[in-house]
């Protein structure tokens, strides 16, 4: 499984964006029983889980971002995304999406989202 990250970008404090992670060469069934994840890595500070959705559509938040983001996910084109409104200059990081199968970890390649004040 190959997992391309995008949607990063450039924007003003207040603004939106919309990231999102497809993960090809997946068939449905394994997409389908699949947990999903952002992650993201600030300069300096730990990697940290900021939204996750699992195989049967729990979603889960940090708690800096409930309210602001929102994570879903699309079987039919084997992508996630992650919706993040009302940015602030400390959501700049790179974010990582992240799927787990079968006791086995995917990572993608990293976007980057800065958030200018």
């Known amino acids: 499984v190959q997992l391309q990250a995008s949607g990063g970008g450039l924007v003003q404090a207040g603004g939106s964006l919309r990231l999102s992670c497809t993960a090809s060469?997946?068939?449905?069934?394994?997409?389908?029983?699949?947990?999903m994840a952002w992650y993201r890595q600030a300069p300096g500070k730990q990697r940290e889980l900021v939204a996750s959705i699992s195989s049967t559509g729990r979603k889960n938040y940090e708690d800096s971002v409930k309210g602001r983001f929102a994570i879903n996910k699309d079987n039919t084109k084997r992508t996630w995304y992650l919706q993040m409104s009302g940015l602030k200059p400390e959501d700049t990081a790179v974010y990582y999406c992240n799927s787990v199968y079968d006791g086995r970890t995917f990572w993608g390649q990293g976007t980057q989202v800065t958030v200018s004040s």
């Open positions: 060469r997946s068939i449905l069934s394994v997409f389908i029983s699949s947990d």
